[in-house]
Every structure is written in C-alpha cells, then in structure tokens.
C-alpha cells in the first residue's frame, strides 16, 4: 500500500469503520492502525516510522487517538508531524482537549465564555480551593472522560479526602466551580471546525452527571441557541480541533463552556438516543461526510505539495 491515509485510532470503533467506509468509496487507500503497531527508528540524522517492518509513509495521517493509547499516540503524531507529513488533529491538539486544565488554559486565552477552574496540586491548602471557586465546587480527573471519577464535593472535608487520595504528584488536580444547572447541558458536535449538530443531554432524576455513557437522555425536539453552535466554531477554531464534542451549560450569565472534547462519538451516540435515533442518524452520517470531505481536500492539497501521484484504491 502506497501512501495512504493513516488513521491512527484507539480501537476499531464504528466511527473509525463509517469514515474508512467513507474514504473508500472515494476510492482512497486506507490505513487504520493502532499506535501500538508503529515503531519509531531513531539512528544517525535519521528518523523513521516502520510498520511491519517497513518505513511507514503515508500521504496524510488522521489522530483519533485517546485513552490508554493517548500518549503513546500522541508522540506518534508529534514524529508524523515533525517529519513533514500532513497531520489532521496533530499531537498537541488532542494533548489540549484531553487534559482539563489545558481546555481551561485555552478558554481563557481565546476569550471564550468557560466555568471558572482552579487546577492546582495535591499540597495546595484547601481553603485556597474553597475561597476560589466557594462549596459546593466540582472536581473532575484531569484526563477523564465519560464522566468516570466527576463528584460534586459540599464540604472542605471532601475536598481535603480529593486532595489526600492523589497519589501522582505529577498530575494536575483539576476543580471547577459548581453550576447550578438546569438539569442538562447541551453538546455540539463540530467536523472541519464547523458545529453540524447538536442536542440537550438530560441527567437521570436525581443524577448529577448528565454524560450519555452514565445513562443521560438525549433530547432533539428543542432547538438548540445559535449562540451554542457559534461557540461551538469559535471553540473548535480555537483549540485547532477538526473534529470536536463542545460541552456547554446554562447559566445566569448565559451559555458557557464545560469543556471541548477530542474524538467525539458522531455515529456512536445515535443508538443511544431513543425516540430521537431516526433523528440523529443522518446528522452524524452527515458529520462523517464532512470529516471525510476535509480529509480528501487536504490529502489533495498534501499530494500536489509533495508532487505524488494519485491515490487510487
């Protein structure tokens, strides 16, 4: 296989199988491969990328990595990059969005309306975290996801057993002021930086998570504010994120963002939304063709730069 796209995934997941679907019925040549299967050769002046045993040149490469495969895949991404090839969503764009604190960092660089954070380590006194954000506050992992290890904490003793039980010095503790929502939060599914839908997320009765993966309720018979989808641009344009889940909550003071989310579930989440499947279906269809639009433009623009032929299956 001569130059193909490369995406380099986590797991083979349906949204990994409906984009190469998609790029092969462009009659691309298509390469998924899990970080775990590249190796790096680093001898003399030279660095290489071997797959089976082979120098690994692909025209283009796709990261859509995250979780246990996340750092080795995004130094993998850090090499594809620094050797010249195309890269969309590069190492240091899925390093920001799945770390909390670099998602805060970015907000408040980009001038975009966020819940206030305080990230700090496990020796900080907790009264510093309580006068900054007041009770109740939020604390979230700083790379999690799905809502694994989110608590509410009500008092300084919650804070102070959050503290006690970091073990890794190393990871940044990350708190976020308590909303008082309203039962919901909305999401924004955004490909080639541009928001194609959206939709509430309902929490359980009496639940304090309202992630799709602990049981919330996706809702489409009321339309989303404008103003959601346009902070949904201005954050993706913002954090480089060609492919981007934006989190947002209503407040008092109007919409903010929770945070900005790599490699977002666009087909995956429309088995999950019930009455609204039928509904939901061919938006994320619709997200997946635009994904692959933008990977054939650039691919096109990288085979003219690098003077290849076309890519034919």
């Avoid at 008082?180 to 924004?188: A, F, H, L, T, Y």
């Avoid at 998570?209 to 641009?233: C, F, R």
Wanted: include cysteine; charge should be negative.
């Amino acid at each position: 296989m001569n130059n193909p796209v490369l995406i380099l995934c986590r797991e083979w997941t349906r949204d990994v199988r409906c984009l190469h679907e998609d790029l092969l019925r462009r009659e691309l040549e298509v390469l998924v491969l899990r970080p775990a299967q590249i190796q790096v050769k680093a001898e003399g002046q030279e660095l290489q990328l071997w797959y089976e045993g082979a120098p690994l040149k692909p025209a283009l490469v796709v990261g859509w990595t995250s979780g246990m495969e996340g750092h080795y895949g995004n130094f993998l991404l850090k090499m594809f990059k620094q050797l010249g090839y195309t890269v969309i969503n590069d190492g240091p764009t899925l390093e920001a969005m799945q770390s909390k604190a670099m998602n805060s960092a970015l907000l408040v660089r980009h001038n975009l309306p966020h819940v206030p954070a305080l990230i700090c380590g496990r020796d900080t006194p907790v009264r510093c975290i309580v006068e900054a954000l007041g009770l109740p506050l939020v604390f979230k992992p700083d790379n999690g996801s799905k809502g694994e290890g989110v608590r509410p904490l009500y008092s300084e003793a919650e804070v102070l057993e959050v503290l006690a039980s970091a073990t890794d010095s190393q990871a940044p503790l990350y708190f976020q002021q308590f909303v008082d929502k309203p039962g919901r939060d909305i999401r924004v599914q955004c490909a080639d930086f541009k928001p194609v839908f959206g939709f509430y997320r309902y929490a359980q009765p009496g639940a304090f998570l309202s992630n799709i993966a602990v049981g919330a309720k996706i809702v489409m018979s009321e339309p989303l504010p404008d103003e959601a989808y346009q902070l949904a641009e201005r954050a993706a344009r913002a954090f480089n994120a060609a492919m981007a889940g934006v989190d947002l909550i209503e407040t008092a003071e109007g919409l903010k963002i929770l945070e900005v989310n790599s490699v977002p579930g666009f087909q995956t989440v429309a088995p999950k939304a019930g009455e609204f499947s039928a509904l939901l279906m061919p938006l994320c269809d619709k997200a997946t063709v635009v994904f692959g639009d933008m990977i054939e433009l650039r691919l096109n623009t990288a085979v003219i730069s690098a003077g290849m032929t076309a890519l034919p299956a």
